[in-house]
């Protein structure tokens, strides 16, 4: 038996259940937002935003209350990003000083800004790169070593020499995201890239992109044979979606949200992310960012979206809220985005 087979996965909380994790979004999963979402009903896995790794590179505080602050209960991976070897290595053994479930390997970031200096996503063009980055991590990790990506850079040339070199350098989990780098968020997400590596890769695998509710959560699995799935901007919009995602497991159905509760994530959100130190119009800034994709659910004409984009301050701002979400108690939160109604999207 090799050290690879005693490498177990935490227990979901479903046992024998899929997979469920909150995909790592820059400035969106600090611990604050991780809190949020717990309370509503936690994935299985957490994982941090990205540690930057380079010359200079310290652990950072805020990312590292995350994994040491984390009153959730739910694994907590700790995510990298960056290319250098020795510096990759450094992290990881400072990393593994605290209570992390693992440490995860980005290499799907498609922010222009990481992807020139041949990090995140920008490691897809250099197989031969990824096949050192994977040996030295897997020689450095005793325990889960995992890794989210997408399928390719511009295309998906490498894609399956890729998948390869996660089998050769025994990766413990790997989360795909099915779109290149190129592509953002724009295009369709290739199931069938998913589904490929699902057969491919020996360890499980998550699927991410566009899992926007619990039913289409289980289409994405059933076509895939993916073992469970990550969500990063649905989440945003819907962090009951784990819940929902646990019933229908259990029932085959899910409880709608109400307007209300809405109302109540949207309050929760604005007083645990806000800093005492930062001017209340930016903290209204900061929440504009989670409100775009919520409002996708509000109501189908966008009428919350358009006037919470505009709102000035913290009255202004639960005045809306109050009208579209208070006035009529008995109204549900739409299961799906509305047609039409988009948000910008977040670096995951």
């Not at 498609?110 to 041949?118: F, I």
């Not at 009951?240 to 949200?257: L, N, S, V």
Request: with cysteine; hydrophobic share 40%.
């Amino acid at each position: 038996m090799n050290a690879h087979s005693n490498r177990a996965l935490p227990q979901t909380i479903l046992p024998g259940h899929p997979i469920t994790a909150l995909a790592p979004m820059q400035d969106v999963t600090t611990l604050p937002f991780m809190s949020v979402v717990s309370d509503i009903g936690s994935p299985d896995y957490f994982f941090t935003e990205y540690f930057r790794v380079h010359i200079q590179s310290r652990l950072e505080k805020h990312i590292l209350e995350a994994i040491t602050e984390n009153g959730t209960g739910r694994p907590v991976f700790a995510q990298m990003i960056g290319e250098d070897l020795e510096h990759l290595k450094r992290t990881t053994l400072d990393l593994l000083q605290y209570e992390v479930a693992g440490i995860d390997l980005n290499m799907g970031c498609p922010a222009p800004t990481v992807y020139k200096k041949g990090c995140g996503g920008g490691l897809l063009r250099d197989p031969q790169k990824i096949d050192k980055v994977l040996g030295t991590l897997r020689d450095t990790i005793p325990g889960l070593f995992t890794v989210k990506m997408r399928i390719g850079f511009e295309d998906t040339k490498n894609f399956e020499k890729i998948l390869k070199l996660i089998n050769k350098h025994e990766v413990d989990l790997l989360s795909l995201h099915g779109r290149t780098v190129k592509e953002m968020y724009r295009s369709q997400v290739r199931y069938e890239h998913i589904k490929l590596a699902a057969e491919t890769i020996k360890c499980p695998l998550l699927a991410n992109g566009d899992v926007s509710s619990a039913s289409r959560a289980f289409e994405i699995l059933d076509y895939t044979g993916a073992a469970g799935v990550m969500i990063g901007r649905h989440a945003i919009r819907n962090p009951w979606i784990f819940r929902q995602i646990r019933e229908m497991a259990m029932t085959g159905k899910t409880q709608p949200i109400k307007l209300t509760e809405v109302f109540q994530y949207v309050r929760n959100l604005y007083n645990t992310l806000a800093k005492p130190w930062t001017p209340e119009k930016a903290h209204v800034n900061k929440m504009k960012k989670f409100l775009n994709f919520i409002g996708q659910g509000v109501d189908p004409e966008g009428r919350f979206l358009y006037e919470a984009r505009r709102a000035q301050n913290k009255l202004d701002l639960f005045a809306i809220c109050e009208r579209y979400m208070l006035s009529s108690p008995l109204e549900f939160f739409a299961d799906e985005p509305y047609k039409g109604l988009f948000a910008r999207p977040n670096c995951e």
